[in-house]
């Protein structure tokens, strides 16, 4: 096996038995970045000498016995959203085109501590608005499983490293279902943890109610290992829980699901999705069943029915409000105006895509006398019933697992012309984000013509580790996604496949 | 209830969000923002009565950092990310103009 195949957690241990040097494996996974990227375009900034240096930094700790942490000498890569201290940070958008930040969020300090080695920043849709990563001052990402194919969104950046083995791991963030979409279209594991889970300081917002740093890996014990890193209290982000965390790599070892009551949605007529999709799901159930649980069907009516409009709503006017930070003056763009308001005016009309101007007004419309009263009021009370839903079949159930995409990758330059159709491809997953529960999309392996499939599963809010165990069972029985190589023939999945 | 916007709506909700729209861009703004309006309407269709507005609830809160002022040595930095700065203030177009 090459170092860029192997998982973040054989690096570490590579790593640290000296079997090879973290300057290796960094080197290895930049190679990877010099042979794919100008293809693939997942990459807005690369930060290769800072890579080499911080991985000779950490191969001299352990020439001296050092303590190096658990993710010593791992590549990884973080969504161009997370601020970075000295490294530019542009959320893929004109008004942060050249802003460097002068420190860095919680996520990318805890990712130092433990070790591991940032090697640059992924491209994603601008603000993380949209689900593509087609809406980008660099234009769009393409999926390594399929190079005429969207990798998803917004982390589409980060989704599309991972699978075509820059790094074994990459950050990204999860509003509305911008990490689990994405691993999903591009054949990797990807977790929203439960709300307040991560912190999100230095996190450029989309819409904070929502929004949870969420990481991609190959493969689930990856994940656990980074959720043991990254999920701590942190006084900077008061909606981040103070909570004594468990510990993630230890809910991995579960054996089997004996005892496990799993319920499987059954709320979606199978004509309405994906026929392979939809089979994912089945097979799912049925290795639950074979490892020991308890699977019914299940409905999540009011969440289904709900939880796309209760979402763009919400997130809509989040956005409006953090995005009235950006003015011209303080960091950032600036066009100048006769006044302060023209000013105000001419940079954020020059600067901000359209996508996100769209949404601001729109955010700013539903805050207003009488949109407030019709629509974000309501909003707050079916997003009230929705978590009420979610407790109540989770007296009956540990998981449910849903799809997390109706749909399989679709062809790039297919942008949807009716918002309302395109906001239905986060059906399963923003009612997720609106109840604050974990959720893992978990690879099920890749269909006849190399697309990949995948289920999705949700756990009871900060049952996060329970929820890895169960993935980690799962995964066992079908595989970890393989590295694609982006363009080439013998693009393939590992995995035994599924459906 | 459902509702909509017309131009001089639109125009309204783009002057309070500091944004321009061209003329020509009006009609498919206001378009856009009335397909969603009209999804949305849907949060209105639910009874929620006696539900209260929805709230994060948390396990434990976070320790609160001391209230108190604190030296900022880096301010000559954050300065440096200003577009336009001058002395110690940035630097801003007149906000009261004549006419």
């Known amino acids: 096996m090459e170092l860029y195949e192997l998982s973040a957690k054989e690096t570490a241990e590579g790593v640290k038995s000296k079997k090879f040097s973290a300057e290796d494996a960094t080197r290895a996974c930049l190679d990877r970045i010099d042979k794919f990227d100008a293809k693939v375009n997942a990459l807005i900034t690369l930060t290769a000498e800072?890579?080499?240096?911080?991985?000779r930094a950490v191969d001299e700790k352990i020439s001296k016995g050092e303590e190096t942490g658990p993710l010593a000498g791992v590549p990884y890569l973080a969504k161009d959203n997370f601020c970075t201290s000295g490294v530019r940070t542009t959320c893929s958008s004109k008004i942060l085109e050249a802003w460097v930040?002068?420190?860095n969020a919680s996520a990318i300090n805890y990712m130092n501590d433990s070790g591991a080695v940032l090697l640059g920043k992924t491209n994603l849709d601008e603000f993380a608005m949209g689900s593509s990563t087609e809406n980008s001052i660099i234009g769009p990402t393409k999926n390594p499983r399929d190079m005429n194919r969207v990798p998803g969104g917004s982390s589409g950046g980060s989704a599309a490293s991972v699978a075509a083995g820059y790094a074994p791991l990459a950050l990204g963030t999860d509003t509305g279902g911008s990490v689990r979409q994405p691993a999903a279209f591009c054949g990797v594991q990807g977790m929203k943890p439960s709300y307040g889970q991560v912190s999100r300081y230095g996190i450029i917002a989309y819409a904070s109610s929502l929004d949870q740093v969420s990481p991609l890996a190959r493969t689930v014990e990856d994940i656990a290992v980074v959720m043991e890193s990254l999920a701590r209290p942190d006084s900077h982000d008061t909606t981040c829980d103070a909570y004594d965390r468990p510990k993630f790599t230890d809910a991995i070892s579960l054996e089997d699901l004996?005892?496990?009551?799993?319920?499987?949605?059954?709320g979606f007529e199978s004509s309405q999705m994906d026929a392979e999709l939809y089979g994912s799901l089945r097979k799912a159930a049925e290795l639950c069943e074979a490892s020991g649980a308890t699977v019914e069907p299940m409905d999540l009516p009011i969440a289904v029915k709900y939880g796309v409009a209760t979402y763009y709503v919400t997130a809509l006017a989040d956005a409006s409000s953090k995005l009235a930070c950006y003015d011209g003056m303080r960091y950032g763009a600036h066009i100048d105006g006769k006044s302060l308001n023209e000013m105000y005016v001419n940079t954020r009309t020059a600067?901000?895509?359209?996508?996100?101007?769209?949404?601001?007004?729109?955010?700013?419309?539903?805050?207003?006398?009488?949109?407030?009263?019709?629509?974000?009021?309501?909003a707050l009370k079916v997003r009230q019933k929705m978590v009420d839903e979610f407790d109540e079949l989770f007296e009956k159930f540990d998981a449910y697992i849903l799809p997390t995409s109706p749909s399989l990758p679709y062809l790039l330059g297919m942008k949807e012309t009716d918002p309302n159709r395109l906001y239905l491809g986060d059906i399963f997953t923003v009612p997720i984000s609106l109840g604050g529960l974990p959720g893992i999309s978990l690879s099920m392996?890749?269909?006849?013509?190399?697309?990949?499939?995948?289920?999705?599963?949700?756990?009871q809010r900060y049952f996060d580790a329970e929820l890895?165990?169960?993935?980690?069972?799962?995964e066992r029985a079908i595989g970890r996604p393989a590295v694609a190589n982006p363009g080439l023939p013998g693009t393939s999945n590992s995995g035994k496949g599924a459906a | 209830m459902k509702m909509t916007v017309d131009r001089e709506i639109t125009l309204r909700m783009a002057k309070a969000a500091q944004l321009?729209?061209?003329?020509?861009?009006?009609?498919?703004?206001?378009?856009?923002?009335?397909d969603i309006l009209d999804f949305c309407a849907l949060v209105g269709d639910l009874d929620c009565e006696g539900t209260p507005d929805f709230m994060w609830k948390m396990k434990k809160l976070p320790a609160r950092r001391p209230d108190a002022p604190k030296d900022w040595p880096e301010r000559e930095l954050f300065e440096s990310k200003a577009p336009a700065f001058e002395g110690e203030f940035f630097k801003v177009p007149r906000i009261i103009v004549e006419g």
């Open chain 1, 50 to 55: 800072d890579a080499i240096a911080k991985a």
């Open chain 1, 101 to 103: 930040p002068t420190y």
């Open chain 1, 258 to 266: 004996k005892g496990k009551r799993i319920g499987v949605f059954e």
């Open chain 1, 351 to 378: 600067s901000f895509g359209e996508e996100v101007r769209r949404r601001i007004i729109l955010g700013t419309c539903l805050l207003t006398e009488g949109f407030y009263q019709n629509y974000y009021g309501p």
């Open chain 1, 445 to 459: 392996g890749l269909n006849g013509e190399g697309l990949p499939l995948s289920v999705q599963l949700v756990g």
């Open chain 1, 468 to 474: 890895l165990g169960i993935a980690a069972v799962l």
């Open chain 2, 20 to 34: 321009h729209i061209e003329p020509e861009q009006v009609g498919r703004m206001m378009d856009s923002i009335n």
